[in-house]
T-cell receptor
Framework: DAGITQSPRHKVTETGTPVTLRCHQT?????MYWYRQDPGHGLRLIHY???????DKGEVSDGYSVSRSKTEDFLLTLESATSSQTSVYFC???????????FGQGTRLTVV | AQKVTQAQTEISVVEKEDVTLDCVYE???????LFWYKQPPSGELVFLIR??????QNEISGRYSWNFQKSTSSFNFTITASQVVDSAVYFC????????????FGQGTELSVKP
């Protein structure tokens, strides 16, 4: 199994509070991704990274920011959580563009 | 711009039936990569196959086969003699060669195989 860990696995937070999700890899892969999964929408890309300090927006980046200061860590921050950000969040890593991505176990975030 | 469309939201079949899951993609690049993933009820995402834009050979792996057609921008997935264990959500994904590694997914097709 690819060495990828998401933390926390579950979180309940209140509207308006900041939240940070962490994705940690031990594979030294170049690319890292954050997705959210909601019923009827599949996996939607939030942000991705193609190297340390190199990030770009995905399809649904509003309300989210990311940082990658080390190869192994990719942080997703909800600056002020809203109920519409209740979702399951998946992190993925990929070595090269022509290889498959490996996914973390997911983080279930509930904003109340 | 990249786009992946899986028009079939849900499919229900009876065990031993064959089933095809459709995937249509859009990209301006000549170099790109296509993938299929499976998400069983337990929730993890499992990689099934990768195909690059220069390789239009169809592939068979046991009961699974994939049909890649650049002329119709499609990468369809067929399960032959389906089994209950095939019940899952299946995702098609696309990565362009010039988008900094961007990887996007379709909406997914939920397959239910009934005994």
């Amino acid at each position: 199994d690819a060495g990828i860990t998401q933390s926390p696995r579950h979180k309940v937070t209140e509207t308006g509070t900041p939240v940070t999700l962490r994705c940690h890899q031990t594979e030294n892969h170049r690319y890292m991704y954050w997705y959210r999964q909601d019923p009827g929408h599949g996996l939607r890309l939030i942000h991705y990274s193609y190297g340390v300090k190199d990030t770009d927006k995905g399809e649904v980046s509003d309300g989210y920011s990311v940082s990658r200061s080390k190869t192994e860590d990719f942080l997703l921050t909800l600056e002020s959580a809203t109920s519409s950000q209740t979702s399951v969040y998946f992190c993925a890593i990929r070595d090269r563009m022509n290889t498959e991505a490996f996914f973390g176990q997911g983080t279930r975030l509930t904003v109340v | 711009a990249q786009k992946v469309t899986q028009a079939q939201t849900e499919i229900s079949v009876v065990e031993k039936e064959d089933v095809t899951l459709d995937c249509v993609y859009e990209t301006r690049d000549t170099t790109y990569y296509l993938f299929w993933y499976k998400q069983p009820p337990s929730g993890e995402l499992v990689f099934l196959i990768r195909r690059n834009s220069f390789d239009e050979q169809n592939e068979i792996s046991g009961r699974y086969s994939w049909n890649f057609q650049k002329s119709t921008s499609s990468f369809n997935f067929t399960i032959t003699a389906s089994q209950v264990v095939d019940s899952a959500v299946y995702f098609c994904a696309l990565s362009d060669g010039n988008q900094g590694g961007k990887l996007i997914f379709g909406q997914g097709t939920e397959l239910s195989v009934k005994p």
